[in-house]
């Protein structure tokens, strides 16, 4: 058969342009439009599946769909989305087009005049919408929802309250209200009015109760004042508020605990500075919390001392601006003044009993640092914890130990549980022991309340429930508890690969996975999906007697699955699959048969799933389709032996299009381990200050991501002993161009990054992001973001050096690249930006200035303003472009950026960014 020429260009054409078309690298301009799925929830009967499709920048799709994966709506934009009920309406926001609220920031409208959300409501059954204009905020009950309320503002600022009947689309007005809250079944609406200052004599202020069955409207608080903490009880049938009645400019807020039921005619005042019971110059906090018990009987609030007023008589520029630091202080000014605003608000719990003579009770005082109620609040003992004391110690060793207390709500009496505790406590459901873990042991303990009995709970066990691949000079933590049995009797705490039960009387302990997870490498945790609608119950309890879902992570492997234990008995996880994906964001029907979840690895996007207890899974989302036309990549394990014969690990990330017989230039990126994500996908993003190894992959280069272990006092040496090494042995493979080889680490990563410059010329390039370079300064500096000494730090924490700095000067100094920057012969471009709150940017500087002083080539970028890990987009993607033409520039021989070439003057700051 004879074939013309001009069909076998039409063939080769077609073979050129279709299957074998070459997929395209990433590049910069593809980050805002790559999506992820937030805020995905399943119906409590099954019935809808909701979740929004989010672009990185841009606007979001909402979506329902039934539970036959059919979409029923499609929603730009809108957010806080809930079901009513009986799942018959749909109540969300609409978020104005992010373009519009884009341009009002260009023409910098104030506050008033930004584009306002909107309300949609939506008639499930009969596809019905409606959209509400100017909505700040609405509200469903919590057991009832015929009605929905909202809280609109008009074109002149005026807020009103709506109240709307689902059902018949009727509704009321109230103008003027500044906040409203639901009774639980929707037998009232509480709501607050405020005049404005031109209003000065109307009578409208007040706090008023709506009776939405007689459509009755009562005031029941007089005056202008600011109303806070409105709430109603679980019965909905008596309510408590603070409100502070005193003029508006008042220095002192004299809040007052007032107390309502529809049996009186307005509400009353139960606490005060007057009130039987108040501590001598103490009041009511307007900051403090309030919380009926499950039962109704006690009231918990905040008192607080109260505070010295500043003399407004005083002239500022006639008196000095000062802070005085002391070495006695229990924190040092620094952390005083980061806490400051929080520190105002410190309030310390009571309890007042409204119907028994409106008792107050004082829980605790200034000495006590924390304190835990259980859920129902029906019992009689606090939870307390203090450091009061001992805080000194924490400028240096980063905790104080604690001395944990129980107060009766009864009478306020105190008693000792454990002091000096070095550890972590915690109250039972039902308030009747105390668990505890003990750090300085290893141990967990329950301390039964009314017999005082103390008890070891792992006594005799063989395994550790301390991190034993703890690698700092710390006393290693525990690995956590998985929550309490139902009827309170007993508590699941995990080691490090399985779950134990135990009987917190200390009589019964089961090893509940079988010991399964040791065997095999495998680590063994909960899946919570008990479905909880009721903002009072917090904690999380396990059912009884019953078949729970785990997750199993197999540390060989990493593979990730999903098995069943039952909680009465002893035995062998079942496993329903373990395989090379992540699952997340696990979520559950009221029956918990239908259950949602996300999927992924490092190939697939997390898309949302759903599930008959795990099987038979149908996939919801296909999020970034336009993935499939790009050059992706793949994800392997990697392991090698280092110099000094440990066992290693790493993931070596290849392009997708990877050939064996070209070479590649290659990045090792790292903070401490990261193995464990081997499975996890990367979405390409303007990052923080990590690298973006999606687009490096992409663009054809190999990325390392190696796990380092921790010899304590030589951090630097570790990093050596793992990093370089890994690279070593990578680069015996022909597709590795051992010539074009660099490292990129921010923040602990940073430091190590300036480390290894100073020990091997193997690198032709690196970027340091905010390092630490100088330990001997940096061991005295501050965390500026918490006001924190340093100390604890590099004595205790990650910087792992064990020592004080007078106890052993010569390995702060050795563990110091500033001092041997002579040595560098690696380009280094270091980002460190004047508002790093965790690492002093002047570390940056003495890196840059050493390096410049020595005539090596270095770059310093400061994103002003910016913090130790960018937080404006603008600045994420602008070291996106620097960080690619740098690692282009050194590894692929592009040429040189004029940033890189020349820098970018003062003068032509803000005009010329030096890309090109």
Known sequence: MKISIASTLSILLLLSTGLFAQKQPLDHRVYDSWKSIVNADVSKTGKFIQYQITPQEGDAIFELK??????????????????????????????????????????????????????IIVDIQHRDQWKIPAVKAYKLAQNKNEYVAFLSSTSDSISILHVRNLLTGDTLNFCKVDQFVWSPNEDFLLFSKKNEPKDSLSTDAGLYLFDITDKK?????????????????DNGRQLAFLADKTPEKSLLKNFKLYYYTP?????????????????????????????????????????????????????DFEHAQIDIWHWKDDYIQPQQLANLKRDKRKNFLSVIYPNNGNRIVPLVDETVNRTHITDKDDNE??????????????????????????????????????????????????GDFVLYFNRETGNWHSYHISSGKMVLLNDGLPVNFVDEENDSPTLPGAYGIAGWSNNGEDVYIYDRYDIWKFDLAGKQKELLT???????????????????????????????????????????????????????????????????????NFKSTSDGETIIYTKENYNYSPDLYVSKRFKNESRLTDINPQQATYNWGTAELVRWTTPSGFEA?????????????KKYPIIAYFYEKLSNGLYTYHAPAPTPSRLNIPYYVSNEYLVFAPDIHYEIGYPGKSAEEYVNSGMRYLAQNSWVDSTKMAIQGQSWGGYQVAHLITRTSMYAAAWSGAPVVNMTSAYGGIRWQSGMSRQFQYERTQSRIGKTLWEDRDLYIENSPLFFLDRVTTPVAIMHNDS????????????????????????????????????????????????????????????????IEYGVPATEKGIDWGFD
């Open 514 to 584: 079988n010991g399964e997870g040791r065997a095999t490498q495998t680590i063994f945790r909960y899946i919570d999906l008990n479905r909880n609608d009721n903002p009072r119950y917090k904690t999380t309890l396990i059912p009884d007697k019953q078949d729970i879902f785990i997750t199993g992570f197999n540390e060989s492997t990493k593979y990730n699955g999903v098995y069943t234990i039952n909680t009465a008995k002893s035995r062998k996880p079942n496993e329903i699959f373990s395989t090379e994906y992540t699952f997340r």
């Open 381 to 430: 003992w606090v939870l307390a914890a203090s450091d009061f004391g001992k805080r000194i110690a924490t400028q240096w060793e980063g905790f104080a130990p604690t001395d944990i207390y129980v107060v009766s709500t009864l009478s306020g009496q105190k008693r000792t549980v454990k002091e000096n505790l070095n550890g972590y406590a915690y109250l039972s459901p039902k």
């Open 217 to 233: 409207l009562k005031k029941i608080s007089n005056g202008q004042g600011n109303y806070k903490e409105l709430l109603f009880d």
């Open 263 to 315: 049996q009186l005619d307005t509400a009353r005042i139960i606490a005060s500075q007057q009130s039987i019971g108040m501590p001598s110059q103490w009041y009511v906090s307007g900051d403090g919390e309030l919380k009926f018990s499950a039962n109704g009987k006690k009231l918990f609030f905040g008192l607080a001392p109260i505070p010295k007023i500043k003399d407004t008589t005083l002239v």
């Open 836 to 899: 790093d709150g965790a690492v002093p940017w002047y570390q940056g500087i003495e890196m840059f200035t050493a390096l410049r002083r020595l005539q090596k080539p270095v770059w310093l970028l400061n994103y002003n303003g910016d913090e130790h890990n960018l937080m404006k987009r603008q600045n994420r993607k602008d070291i996106q472009i620097r960080q690619a033409q740098f690692f282009d520039h050194f590894l692929k021989d592009k040429p040189a950026a004029k940033w």
């Open 649 to 661: 690990e790493g993931i070596l990330y290849k392009p997708e299009n990877f050939d064996p017989n």
């Open 66 to 119: 039934n539970k036959d994966n059919e979409l029923l709506f499609s929603l730009p934009r809108v957010t806080d989305a809930k079901l009513t009920q009986e799942e018959s309406f749909l109540i969300g926001k609409i978020k104005p087009l992010f373009e519009e609220t884009r341009q009002a920031k260009i023409k910098k409208k104030k506050n008033a005049d930004m584009p306002k959300d909107s309300l």
